[in-house]
C-alpha cells in the first residue's frame, strides 16, 4: 500500500534535526560535491554564482560566475551543476541555466590553475533548448551510474502544459534526458541504449518523460535507483521511482495525470509509470526532490529517501518496507526549500532559500527496524520460529559494505531474551542482522524485538512468532557440493536440504548451543521433487550448527530430467518451492 505523505504528516514525530553549515547563499538552487577527496561543497545560486564551502567556511572568491549570462528571476537563471566521475583528472564540470533569452543551455566549463576557480572563459556550450514560457525549466543535471549526463527538463511552463510537451517525445521539453558528454569531450553524443534511438520522429536524447517540472532527481549512491520529485499543478506533488534496472522509456503520466490523480478527464492510465508517492497542497505547494540517506553521522536514517516542500518547509523521508514505499513527515523546519545536497561522505544539506542558508541533516544514531523486516532467513516469510535463524532488515547495524561474522558490537533482545547473533552484513546498502530466534519464545503468537548498537537500542517492533515456517536455504549433494546444472542430482543419489524453519526437535540444545547429531524434528516432514515423493532418511537441526536444520533425501528414481520445484513440507506447512537440477 502507498502512504501519501500528506497523511502521514500527522503520524509523526520530528525525527531530524538541522545544524547550520553555511549562510549567506543567495538563492540557492543546486548543492553538489565534486568526488576528489577534497570534501568540498559547492552551492550553486540563481543570479549565477558558484561558491565554494570547505572546512567549515565559506571561500572568498566565487568558483564561477555567469551572472552576465543569466537573469536569476522567478524560475530562471543558473539552476544546476555536476562533476563528472573521475573529475580529479578531467577538471572539467557541467552546468545547466537560462540565458538572457530565457532558453536552456547545457554548457561545459574547466577548472583553472586554482581549483577552487573555474576559468569562466572555457564555456562549451553543449545543447540549446529553446523555453517557450518563462517557468518550468526543470535544471538539474548529473551524471549516472552508467557515466551518461542526465538532464531534466520541465515541459515549457505557462499552465497545464498547452503545448502537451509531456506526452510529445518530439520535444525535449517535459522529459528526462540522457546524453553522453565525456567520451568526446566538447560534444554531445546519444548512447546507442537509449530507449527511442530508433523511433521515428522521436529524439533520441529521451530517457524517460511524461514530467511536469522535475525539482531535483538523484541516484541511489547504494542501489543506482533513481529518485525523481515532479512538482504538480494544482493539487499534487510527486516522486516517481525508477529502479537501476530499467532500460528507460517510462512514461510518468504529465499532462495525462497528476500524482495519482486524472488531469485530463476520463485519463488512461494505460502505459504509465505511477508515482510511489503524493501528497496534496494547502499548505504545501512545490516539491523539492532529495537524496536517500547513506552517510554515517545517522545511521538511523540509512535506507531513507529524503525530500521536502517549498513553501511549508516539510521534509519527509521513504522507506520501502517489503513490496511497499511508506512516506513518514520527519521535521517542520519552516524553510523555503530549494534544493538538497550530498556530501562526498554521504551526509544530507538542505538549503533555505528564505535565509540564504545551508543546514545539515541529522537524525537518530540507533538502528531502525520495522516488525515486516524480520523475517525467516531462508523463505522472507514475516516472522519468527523458536530455535530458527530470522534476519532483520535493519538500517543503522554495519556502515561498510561487506559481511561480518558474529555480533560485531550488536545485541538483539526477543521478548526481553539476548539472542545469539551470527552475522552482520551490508550489500549494496541493505543492512542485516542474522540471529537465532530463541526457543523460550514456544507458545507465544508474537513477540517484540529490538536491536542495540552501542547503547542505543532500535524501537521495539512486535513479530509474530510461528510454530512451523519451513525455508530452504541450499541444496547440496551427499559430500555437501551445491547442486548446479554442471553437477545436477542423480536420480537414487542421497542429496542434503539445508533448511529453517521446521520446528521443534528433540533431545533440543539450549538457544546458542551447537546442535547434536539426535535433535531430530518432531514434525512430519516431507520432500517432493518434479511433484514425485522422496524418501526422507534424515530430519533434524544441523549437527555443530546453530539454529539450521538438516533433511537428507534420496532423489527419486522416476524424478524427470531438467528443471525441476522442490517442495519441503513440515507438518501442513510447505516451504516457497526451491529450483533444482535433475540429471
Known amino acids: 500500500m502507498l502512504l501519501c505523505a500528506g497523511l502521514a504528516a500527522t503520524l509523526s514525530a520530528q525525527e531530524i534535526r538541522v545544524v547550520q553549515a553555511a549562510s549567506g547563499i543567495g538563492l540557492p538552487t543546486d548543492i553538489q560535491n565534486a568526488g576528489d577527496g577534497m570534501n568540498r561543497l559547492f552551492f550553486v545560486q540563481q543570479n549565477g554564482l558558484i561558491r565554494v564551502y570547505r572546512n567549515g567556511a565559506m571561500l572568498p572568491d566565487a568558483f564561477l560566475d555567469i551572472r552576465s549570462k543569466t537573469h536569476g528571476e522567478d524560475e530562471r537563471g543558473l539552476l544546476g551543476l555536476a562533476f563528472p566521475p573521475g573529475f580529479t583528472q578531467k577538471q572539467r564540470f557541467y552546468i545547466d541555466y537560462t540565458d538572457l533569452n530565457g532558453d536552456t543551455v547545457i554548457a561545459q566549463y574547466r577548472v583553472s590553475a586554482n581549483p577552487d576557480v573555474a576559468d569562466a572563459s572555457s564555456e562549451i556550450a553543449l545543447l540549446h533548448i529553446a523555453q517557450p514560457f518563462a517557468n518550468h525549466n526543470g535544471g538539474q543535471v548529473r551524471f549516472g551510474p552508467d557515466g551518461y549526463l542526465y538532464i531534466a527538463m520541465g515541459d515549457g511552463g505557462s499552465g497545464g502544459d498547452p503545448l502537451n510537451n509531456g506526452q510529445s517525445l518530439?520535444?525535449?521539453?517535459?522529459?528526462?534526458?540522457?546524453v553522453d558528454v565525456e567520451s568526446e569531450p566538447g560534444k554531445v553524443h546519444i548512447p546507442a541504449d537509449n530507449p527511442f534511438v530508433s523511433q521515428a520522429g522521436a529524439r533520441p536524447e529521451i530517457w524517460a518523460y511524461g514530467l511536469r517540472n522535475p525539482w531535483r532527481f538523484s541516484f541511489d549512491r547504494a542501489t543506482k535507483d533513481l529518485w525523481i520529485a515532479d512538482v504538480g499543478q494544482d493539487s499534487y506533488e510527486e516522486v516517481d521511482f525508477q529502479p537501476a534496472a530499467s532500460h528507460g522509456g517510462e512514461n510518468y503520466g504529465w499532462n495525462r495525470m497528476e500524482g495519482l490523480h486524472c488531469f485530463q478527464a476520463r485519463c488512461s492510465m494505460d502505459g504509465l509509470t505511477l508515482p510511489i508517492a503524493e501528497y496534496t497542497h494547502d499548505p504545501e505547494c512545490s516539491i523539492t526532490g532529495g537524496f536517500m540517506y547513506h552517510g554515517r553521522v545517522s545511521p538511523g536514517l540509512r535506507g531513507i529517501y529524503l525530500y521536502g516542500d517549498y513553501c511549508s518547509g516539510k521534509i519527509w523521508g521513504i522507506e520501502r518496507q517489503g513490496a511497499n514505499f511508506v512516506s513518514r513527515l520527519l521535521l517542520s523546519s519552516g524553510f523555503l526549500i530549494t534544493t538538497f545536497g550530498e556530501d562526498e561522505a554521504g551526509e544530507i544539506y538542505v538549503a533555505s532559500q528564505g535565509n540564504g542558508s545551508i543546514y545539515h541533516i541529522v537524525g537518530s544514531a540507533a538502528p531502525r527496524l520495522n516488525a515486516g523486516g524480520v523475517v525467516n532467513s531462508a523463505s522472507y516469510a514475516p516472522g519468527l520460529v523458536p530455535g530458527s535463524i530470522a534476519t532483520a532488515f535493519a538500517a543503522g547495524v554495519l556502515d561498510d559494505p561487506g559481511v561480518v561474522a558474529g555480533a560485531n558490537g550488536l545485541t538483539v533482545t526477543v521478548n526481553g531474551i539476548s539472542a545469539p547473533v551470527l552475522g552482520v552484513a551490508n550489500v549494496n546498502g541493505q543492512e542485516q542482522v542474522n540471529f537465532q530466534a530463541p526457543y523460550e519464545i514456544a507458545g507465544k503468537t508474537s513477540a517484540p524485538v529490538a536491536i542495540t548498537r552501542a547503547g542505543q537500542?532500535?524501537?521495539?517492533?512486535?513479530?509474530?512468532?510461528a510454530s512451523l515456517q519451513p525455508g530452504v536455504y541450499v541444496i547440496t549433494h551427499g559430500d555437501y557440493t551445491a547442486v548446479t546444472v554442471a553437477r545436477p542430482l542423480q536420480r537414487g543419489e542421497i542429496a542434503i536440504l539445508w533448511a529453517s524453519g521446521l520446528g521443534a526437535v528433540s533431545n533440543q540444545p539450549p538457544t546458542g548451543g551447537v546442535a547434536p547429531s539426535s535433535a531430530l524434528v518432531q514434525a512430519n516432514v516431507r520432500v517432493t521433487l518434479g511433484g514425485i515423493p522422496c524418501d526422507v532418511a534424515f530430519a533434524g537441526l544441523g549437527p555443530g550448527l546453530i539454529g539450521v536444520y538438516q533433511v537428507n533425501f534420496r532423489v527419486a528414481s522416476?524424478?524427470?530430467?531438467?528443471?525441476?520445484?522442490?517442495?519441503l513440507a513440515a507438518g501442513n506447512v510447505a516451504a516457497p518451492a526451491a529450483p533444482a537440477i535433475v540429471q
Do not use: E, H, W
Request: hydrophobic share 45%.
Open 457 to 465: 537500542a532500535s524501537a521495539s517492533v512486535d513479530v509474530p512468532v
Open 170 to 178: 518530439s520535444t525535449l521539453l517535459g522529459k528526462l534526458l540522457r
Open 558 to 567: 522416476n524424478v524427470a530430467s531438467g528443471s525441476q520445484q522442490l517442495i
